[in-house]
């Protein structure tokens, strides 16, 4: 049964617009073979799976092997996506790629899985929102279809985290893990599909969770490079402090404007960063348990990937079913934030 109120309307038809609705029809997800654990941690850094599960609630997370790229989970991601919708590569009109861990600067990481899966017509541009990604992406990918600009549009959050993490810092090597989670958008008749995203950013604090090396302003040098620029660094009581703000700020209006309240939502899935992120995050909504899902034991924060993995989970286990109301929540660095609302 839908758990669709009653009086439930499209909140995009409010503004008068006449796009198409925008579904999506096919997900998909990707995780490396090799499995870190909590006790091979405690050999690389001073740490113990007490210290790490008490405080984040991870107890393993995947990691890609050597030669294996953002591109490769990517591109697996997006295969198992298309075979979910029944969409071949020939229809692809457009991808998206959020990441913060391309295989290199440029081209994009869009335009190799372009070329890996075949999706010779395609468009294909990179976005980066860090663990926001994928709902920026998720918003951009409707645009085109709403427009009538494109009619099968490929979203993919990949992240090779394992790149950019120093496994010296037992405060952050412990979080992070590496994979992909990917969605085709469509029209679909008679559905409401994605409803609502609320989208957010404050570059004031920027240097809560940043990586100096590697740009512009910091290129590569030996120096840089001796001074451990190009790993990822994180303030992680503040950053904590921000993220629950931010992601209950952003649930709360995006179910606003669809005149929903916790009790309508069948599944939150909100970024998997910390157990006590999500904990906080679904306390101060309102929901329950029961409400909120949950992979991070398994997989880590993979930042851009973290809400698409989890989707791709939610649904092939049954947790999601046509016609249940599905909130997403996530938040990055930027700082960035969002949140939609699904009627899948």
Known sequence: MSSTPK??????????FTGRTVSIAGVGAYVPEKILTNAELEKLVDTSDEWITSRTGIKERHIAAKEEF?????????????????????QIDLIIVATITPDMVFPSTACIVQQKIGANRAAAFDLEAACSGFIYGLEIG?????????????????????????????????????????????????????????????GSKAKLLYMPGGGSRCPATPESVDARLHYLRMEGKETFKHAVQAMVSAA??????????ITKIKCVIPHQANRRILD??????????????????????????????????AVNSGKIQRGDLVL??????????????IEW
């Open 7 to 16: 009086n439930f309307t499209n909140p995009r038809a409010k503004h008068n």
């Open 70 to 90: 953002t591109s490769d989970l990517a591109t697996k991601a997006a295969e198992r996506a298309m075979k979910s919708a029944g969409v071949t590569a020939d």
């Open 142 to 202: 409707q645009q085109f279809i709403m427009s009538r600009t494109y009619d099968t549009v490929l979203v993919i959050g990949a992240e090779k985290l394992s790149s950019i993490i120093d496994w010296k810092d037992r405060n952050t090597c412990v979080l992070f893990g590496d994979g992909a989670g990917a969605v085709i958008l469509q029209n679909r008749e008679n559905s409401h599909g994605l409803l609502t995203a609320v989208m957010g950013a404050d």
């Open 252 to 261: 709360t209006e995006a179910m606003r404007r669809c005149d929903v309240d």
């Open 280 to 313: 906080a995050v679904g306390e101060r909504l309102g929901a329950t348990p029961e409400q909120v899902f949950c992979n991070l034991d398994r997989v880590g924060n993979t930042s851009a990937a973290s809400v698409a993995i989890a989707l791709d989970e």
């Open 328 to 341: 997403l929540v996530v938040f990055g660095a930027g700082l960035t934030w969002g949140a939609a609302v």
